[in-house]
């Protein structure tokens, strides 16, 4: 057997159903195998850094379950992946990144030459900081071991990105069936071996029974968990009172126990409640300056609290809790769900208050501009209210407005890139998700975020997914608009043109989806009623050139509940 229809074999009986990819002459061989097999469903891209984006999508819009792998021939096919490589480490997302090179008589080795094969360049040096796993293959022996490695690795623990970097000569040698079925025997035994070991957390529970005031502070290394949905069920029949970090909003539904996303820009209840809890249980969350504020020492400073995190290096970080514990959080939600029916509810006078705070709070505050971005995403809301569909947010105000305000439903979820905070992940991550997940997905860029890859707009119209594209153009990169605005005396050099932006409604056009440019509400909920009627790809261009800056916002140096304009809600 070749040794690239091996790989392709081996993508197939490891889950890896889902691949991306701009075609170059080293991994010709791939893309020929994995397509001739079929069974991982290949998509050709327009950038490789829509390939890696898209390549993500897959594990984030299946809770883990399917992996992507993403496809980059020597050079620049390369470093074009980098930045998706980074957004999946810094999100802990498992991925395959796979990497064409020269010929092994090509490399350059230990000579002090910079290159020696055309388009050669050291991959594995260049994200060995970013992946879990990165190995150039030497010799054909090598290459399905290492594969399997790799697939493990990006899975266990904490889960990030891998990446095998496969000379080309290696791609078209011959691999021994017999060996490839011992081998792909042998690694799904020993993958069946694996299990959660069982732990128990009493002190953390018989704290919670006795708090008067507990919230729950629920992080992106918790919503792709095993046994997460289960738990989560369990907290809302308690009724314990819980907020998320921006990637633990990702999969948390709309429920009256749920106050929202914590932080800068986060919702008033959400930061109320976690500045006057009197214990804070922590999931899955690293606790960043965006959840917190830059002082610390402000953040929860009247709970106990208490952090549950897969890594040591996690705990006693920024935030000092009372206890810290190292735990898989699958060990966590078992000992929780087993012992639910024993736990008491939460205090009611709790949670009538936090309910009161809520509705007082989470109101529009734009209400003298031309466009209200809370009231345009509260009509998602209500228009996708029970509809499965993703959502998938770019870098920016649109994506501090969605996850402020987007309330899911049961079947939805959200995808963020969070700790990298990249510009242009929006419109090739609904590619990815859209196809693994098989199911409407609903863009949220502006008018800086979209051109960063707009070109995968083309994709979308090619495969005729049903993606609704949201462009927020207010005519800036608003964000950091706001920042020149409140630090610089308005100086506002390379965030503003004096009202230039680009024609989106033209561009979408031009690739081939029907476009619409809107300046008011009620032109946006016709249009998006009319995507969700015929799950055709749709543009939309929503005019705000007023909408400048987030409501509430922190400023800094603040605690997290005095947001920006102040708003006294009691105590």
């Avoid at 032109?523 to 790809?537: E, H, I, M, N, R």
Wanted: net charge negative; glycine share 8%.
């Amino acid at each position: 057997m070749k040794a690239s229809d091996a790989v392709a074999k081996v993508l197939a009986d490891s889950n890896v159903l889902y691949g991306f990819e701009l075609i170059g002459g080293m991994i010709a061989h791939l893309v020929d195998s994995i397509n001739l097999l079929g069974k991982t469903k290949l998509v050709s891209m327009h950038h490789e850094q829509g390939a890696a984006f898209a390549a993500s999508a897959v594990a984030r819009a299946t809770d883990h379950k399917v992996m992507g792998v993403a496809l980059g021939t020597s050079g620049p096919g390369a470093t074009n992946l980098i930045t998706g490589i980074a957004d999946c480490w810094l999100d802990s997302h498992p991925c395959l990144f796979l990497t064409g090179q020269v010929n092994t008589h090509e490399l350059k080795g230990d000579r002090p030459i910079r290159q020696q094969g055309f388009q050669e360049l050291d991959s594995v040096a260049l994200v060995s900081s970013i992946t879990k796993y990165a190995y150039q293959v030497t010799h054909v022996d090598e290459l399905i071991p290492c594969l399997l490695k790799a697939i493990r690795i990006a899975r266990e623990g904490r889960p990030g990105p891998v990446l095998l970097d496969i000379p080309m000569d290696i791609q078209r040698a011959e691999i021994d069936d017999g060996v490839l079925d011992q081998l792909l025997s042998s690694w799904s035994a020993e993958s069946a071996a694996v299990g959660a070991q069982q732990r128990r957390f009493d002190d953390v529970w018989t704290l919670l029974a006795s708090a008067r005031r507990p919230v729950f502070l629920i992080g992106g290394g918790a919503v792709n968990v095993s046994g997460f949905d289960q738990w989560l069920s369990e907290v809302d029949r308690l009724g314990i009172p819980h907020v998320a970090s921006l990637k633990g909003a990702e999969k948390l539904t709309a429920s009256e126990h749920y106050l929202g996303m914590l932080g800068a820009y986060g919702t008033r209840a959400a930061n109320h409640a976690v500045q006057h809890c009197d214990l804070l249980v922590v999931f899955g969350s690293r606790m960043d300056v965006r959840q917190t504020g830059a002082k610390t020492e402000t953040f929860a400073a009247n709970a106990h609290i208490v952090q549950f995190d897969l890594e040591q290096g996690q705990l006693d970080n920024r935030v000092k809790a009372q206890q810290s514990i190292q735990a898989d959080l699958k060990t966590v939600f078992a000992d929780f769900s087993a012992r639910a029916d024993a736990f008491t509810p939460a205090p009611q006078d709790w949670r009538a208050r936090l309910a009161e705070v809520f509705e007082q709070s989470f109101v529009d505050e734009y209400t003298t501009w031309s466009v209200s971005p809370f009231a345009l995403l509260s009509s998602l809301n209500e228009l996708t209210a029970g509809r499965a569909l993703d959502y998938v947010a770019d870098v920016g105000n649109n994506q501090m407005w969605a996850a402020h305000t987007l309330r899911l439903s049961p079947g939805q979820a959200m995808h963020h890139s969070g700790g990298l905070g990249t510009m242009g992940f929006a419109i090739p991550a609904a590619v990815g998700a859209c196809i693994a997940a098989d199911k409407p997905v609903i863009v949220i860029t502006g008018d800086g975020g979209a051109q960063l890859n707009i070109q995968e707009l083309d994709i979308i119209a090619r495969e005729q997914l049903p993606i609704l594209t949201i462009v927020m153009n207010n005519h800036s990169l608003g964000m950091v608009r706001g920042f020149q605005e409140m630090y610089f005396e308005g100086r506002n050099s390379s965030t503003y043109w004096q009202g230039y932006t680009s024609q989106f409604q033209a561009l979408g056009a031009a690739y081939g989806i029907h476009s619409l440019s809107v300046a008011d509400l009620d032109a946006f909920k016709a249009a998006v009623a009319d995507f969700l009627a015929g799950g055709k790809p749709m543009l939309i261009e929503v005019l705000m050139p007023d909408a400048r800056e987030c409501r509430p916002r922190l400023e800094f140096g603040r605690p997290i509940d005095e947001q920006s304009p102040l708003l006294d809600l009691g105590k």
